[in-house]
């Protein structure tokens, strides 16, 4: 895929419209800026929604899509009851990050990326999330003693979550998850073939 | 004494109601005695004045001989049918115990509200004695031509012409060049005008042109022109001009639909327009996306004939900015007009970048759902402000600076064309105020009639200067401009209404304004054009004082020809006769009664208003002396707004000051400074000055009346310094119909003060 994107030009909003969920309701946006008001975590985006939008029409495909905002959504859902337009703004959010992640452009140390695909790989499985891993791996996920350090902070929480049958210690060990894994893998995997082929994916990460 | 006074002695008759209230709260005994001290030769009580009997029983007076009636009743503004008695020629003055007296007082006010009714009835009788019954302009003098002069071709001029012709009036258009259409024939396509508001809609200009054509009630004179218009509603006479041949028309009314000018693109150097045909207007765009539609090829640049592949356009050009010679205002159409030519490139090829730079997008109404339209369709809106635009050489692009609004930075968008959305400049003729400065010398201008320095000003709007009208009138030759070079016009009440009597602008020389809004505009007019042929040929008067019979006169002998009334009269109504006296144009007056209070020596008066019949109630008033503790304020009000306004504070029960007396005028400016001068030795320790809002955005309904107030204030400065008086003795306010409670409040907060300053020294004297 190209990145020699003209300047306003409509070539990076046609990527976005064909590739990322949601994408063609980017060129409804008014620029109102209600969105970017919105939401309560606005002001620790470096590029609030409105902005993503115009960036986009501007053709800025790289700054986009490599950039941290998108995935700084929380899925609280302000901006779509409030959008003037009807954008299904944290879609879109989610969308943008996910296109970017599949490109392999998505900056590989944003901690909401790295929770999501632990979270993904968790799921994906068994078909069912393993509290206990997920929160090991969560808490290891830059070393050792970084682990210990998380692991000691949270022990409150995690005590009182085994106390009351919240997290199985036992999960550790027992596989568990749904009864036919192997064809939810096939599913996924031909998923992904299917989509790779479509938008012209890269190697997956 | 002015010649009411020289007319035979009124047989005046009051009537008191005791009705509404009126007849437990008030000592109707007293009261009655009150107007016979007045001079009412008969006084009568009726428990229900405005009921058939009361009414009957009032013309029963009147068949006695009664010749002036006093209605010690409601307010002047209600019950106006059943206390109509025009027909019967009786002078009617109306005494407003009801609202005035009764239900703005507490009912435990005790003797205060009593005397504030025996003063109303006593100036009731006073104006009565000093004013006829209005007559109405005399039959042979009235015009009676019901004919409708439309100035312009275009979709106004047209759509005016069809909407009187259809109504059954006859219609002559003028049209200055040789085909009907003005710039509407010349569009590819228009805005859409029907649901659902998602495509541009096919140029039925033509159409127009063809009903206009075959309409039996309309003559067309093409490649004509105005070359002298004179007269007045119902008696107009006007030269058209054709190439060697004028030919004499008589009309009753006119409209003008002299339509707009394109901005002159060639002063934005800045966006390249000259330096490459690939820089077009909206105007020229047109022209391209129709040349293609004829050819059936893409739209082509003009430089080199390539399909056009990106387009920007650039809104706002030259307009809603202050830089020496833009245009300070917002045209209003080009946002509607920039997607409807976006559209144009999308809807060919979907492919093909087209990009609205703006800092606002105006699209009201169903403009809305066409800006939606046009982003489903892919054309980009960037919201940001248009810096320069640099010709490509040798075929390559155009490269447009801007500042991108939204990223907040310096921004480059390259395009095969750039379309300016430039604005429109009122076709309205000569501004007179220019000219009337230029005669007194305030102002030189060069020999063409513009003014090289002004033009060089910011939010300078040079205006085209050849006269449209060509109107032999005193005052100028063509409609009264407000700013920018649009006719001044009561943009909010009465928006076709310009300032020459039965001559109703339309269309962008009014405001600037898109198509559709035009056509609208145009049949306002029209139908105000056909209520000016009516009522001129019932002798009354139009709008804002519809139906008044009333007309202003001046005693010749008393005149010193000062030409006060000419130049003061907002509506140009009065000329000059061959002698040097004032003319009035009777049906060109809309009976405000400016002229009267502008003559320094008092000898306008109008049968029914006049210096008198103010002045004299100001005497009628009881003046307590200064140790009574009751001092006097005498309110001024403006019957359009502030006496309303007074009425609905009454309808609301919301009480004031006892010691007011308030009575109302047709307008500020017929306040005559005589009034003040006399209260303020009759002993009145403050007058309030209620009036409309002047200025640009004026809310007077004379236009200038309320600012020619303000600035004859300075000469009753002057009074007041020589009687030693505290300048805040006679204050002016700006007050608006809907002030029901702030005017009450006003009049509280002016009564303490004048409480603070003390008692008027003069009392007694
Ligand atoms: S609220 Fe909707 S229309 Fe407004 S800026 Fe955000 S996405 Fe655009
Ligand atoms: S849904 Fe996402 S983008 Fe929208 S307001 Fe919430 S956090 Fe912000
Ligand atoms: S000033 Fe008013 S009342 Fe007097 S002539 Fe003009 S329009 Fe008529």
Redesign the interface.
């Known amino acids: 895929m190209t990145s020699a994107v003209?300047?306003?030009?409509?070539n990076f909003?046609r990527e976005v419209e064909a590739n990322v969920e949601e994408g063609e309701w980017v060129?409804?946006c008014?620029?109102c800026g209600v969105c970017s008001g919105s939401c309560p975590l606005g002001d620790a985006w470096e590029h609030p929604p409105?902005?993503l939008f115009?960036?986009i029409?501007?053709g800025k495909r790289d700054q986009v899509l490599a950039s941290e905002s998108m995935w700084m959504c929380t899925s609280c859902y302000s901006c779509i009851t409030r959008c003037p337009?009807g954008l299904p703004i944290t879609h879109i959010m989610h969308g943008l990050a996910n296109y970017a992640n599949r490109l392999g452009i998505a900056p590989k140390m944003n901690p909401t990326r790295r929770f999501a695909k632990i979270f993904w790989d968790n799921i994906a499985h068994t078909g069912r999330v393993n509290e206990t891993k997920l929160s090991l791996r969560l808490y290891f996920m830059d070393g050792f003693f970084t682990g210990l350090r998380r692991a000691f902070a949270m022990r409150k929480v995690g005590l009182g979550m085994l106390r009351t049958g919240r997290l199985n210690p036992l999960g550790l060990f027992r596989a568990g998850g749904i009864a036919r894994k192997g064809e939810l893998r096939k599913l996924l995997a031909r998923a992904y073939e299917i989509e790779d082929a479509r938008k012209n994916f890269g190697k997956r990460n | 004494m002015t010649q009411q006074a020289e007319t035979a002695e009124p047989k005046i008759a009051a009537y008191l109601c005791a009705g509404c209230g009126l007849g437990e709260r008030l000592d109707l005994e007293r009261l009655a005695k009150v107007a016979a001290e007045a001079g009412a030769g008969a006084v009568e009580q009726h428990e229900m004045l405005c009921g058939e009997d009361g009414v009957a029983r009032i013309r029963g007076g009147i068949q006695d001989g009664a010749t002036h009636l006093v209605l010690g009743a409601c307010s002047r503004r209600a019950k106006t049918g059943a206390f109509n008695f025009a027909d019967d020629g009786a002078a009617v003055a109306r005494v407003n115990l009801r609202e005035g007296v009764i239900w703005t007082q507490p009912e435990d006010a005790g003797e205060t509200t009593q005397e504030m009714a025996d003063d109303y009835l006593r100036m009731g009788c006073a104006e009565a004695k000093f004013m006829r019954a209005p007559r109405a302009i005399a039959a042979d003098e009235r015009g009676a031509n019901k004919r409708i002069l439309v100035v312009g071709g275009g979709v106004s001029g047209m759509t005016a012409a069809l909407e009187a012709a259809r109504a059954g009036y006859e219609v002559l258009l003028v049209e200055k060049s040789g085909a009907l259409g003005g710039w509407a024939k010349s569009l590819h396509r228009r805005l859409p005008r029907r649901a659902p508001f998602s495509a541009p809609a096919e140029n039925d200009t033509a159409e127009l042109c063809a009903a206009v054509e075959h309409e039996k009630n309309i003559t067309v004179f093409l490649n004509a022109h105005i070359a002298r218009t004179s007269g007045a509603p119902g008696r107009f006479s006007a030269d058209i001009a054709q190439g060697e041949n004028t030919r004499t028309e008589n009309i009753g009314a006119i409209v003008q639909a002299s339509g707009f000018r394109r901005y002159d693109a060639s002063q934005l150097p800045e966006f390249a327009y000259g330096k490459t045909p690939d820089v077009v207007d909206q105007m020229e765009l047109e022209a391209l996306a129709r040349a293609a539609d004829e050819n059936g090829a893409p739209i082509a640049r003009p430089s080199d004939g390539k399909a056009v592949q990106s387009v920007v356009f650039v809104q706002c050009a030259g307009q809603r900015s202050e830089k020496p010679g833009h245009l300070p205002y917002c045209s209003g159409c080009c946002c509607g007009v920039s997607i409807k030519q976006a559209m144009y490139f999308k809807m060919r090829d979907s492919e093909a970048d087209a990009n609205i730079i703006y800092t606002d997008l105006r699209a009201p109404g169903n403009g809305e759902d066409f800006y939606r339209a046009a982003q489903e369709m892919g054309v980009v809106f960037t919201n940001g402000a248009v810096e320069r635009v640099e010709a490509g050489t040798n075929g390559a692009q155009l490269a447009v600076h801007f500042r991108d609004h939204v990223l907040d930075e310096d921004a480059v968008a390259r395009a095969d064309l750039v379309v300016l959305a430039t604005g429109q400049v009122a076709n309205s003729g000569v501004d007179i105020s220019a000219v009337e400065k230029n005669e007194d010398g305030e102002k030189e201008k060069n020999g063409n009639g513009k003014d090289e320095s002004a033009e060089k000003k910011p939010a300078q709007v040079s205006v085209p200067v050849e006269s449209i009208l060509q109107l032999d009138y005193r005052q100028g030759p063509d409609l009264p401009h407000l700013k920018h070079g649009f006719s001044d016009s009561h943009f909010i009440c009465f928006p076709y209404e310009t300032r020459r009597t039965g001559i109703y602008a339309c269309g962008p020389p009014r405001r600037p304004m898109d198509m559709h809004q035009a056509m609208e505009d145009a049949t306002g007019a029209a139908l105000k054009a056909i209520q000016a042929v009516e009522n001129a040929g019932l002798g009354r008067a139009a709008h804002p004082r519809a139906g008044d019979l009333s007309f202003p006169s001046f005693r010749r002998d008393g005149c010193t020809q000062c030409k006060r009334c000419t130049v003061e009269c907002p509506f140009g109504a009065i000329d000059q006769d061959a002698e040097g006296y004032p003319q009035f144009n009777e049906s060109r007056c809309r009976r405000c009664g400016t002229c009267m209070g502008a003559c320094p020596v008092r000898v306008i008066s109008f049968e029914n208003y006049s210096v008198d019949t103010v002045g004299q109630q100001i005497k009628a008033i009881d003046m307590p002396d200064e140790f009574d503790e009751k001092p006097r304020i005498l309110v001024l009000a403006c019957e359009n707004d502030a006496y309303p306004a007074l009425d609905m504070a009454a309808h609301n029960r919301i009480h004031y000051n006892a010691f007011v007396r308030v009575i109302p005028i047709r307008c500020l400016g017929s306040v005559n400074a005589i009034w003040v001068t006399d209260a303020l030795n009759a002993g009145f320790d403050g007058i309030m000055l209620l009036g409309c809002k002047k200025g640009d955005d004026y809310q007077c309904h004379f236009v200038t009346g309320a600012a020619l107030a303000h600035e004859r204030m300075g000469k009753i400065d002057d009074t007041l310094n020589q009687l030693q008086l505290e300048p805040e003795r006679v204050r002016a306010f700006e007050v608006e119909i809907t002030d029901i409670a702030r005017v009450p409040q006003l009049i509280n907060d002016y009564a303490a003060k004048i409480d603070e300053i003390g008692m008027n020294p003069f009392k007694g004297f």
């Open positions: 003209e300047k306003y030009r409509n909003l060129k409804m008014m620029q409105q902005e115009m960036m029409r501007a337009r």
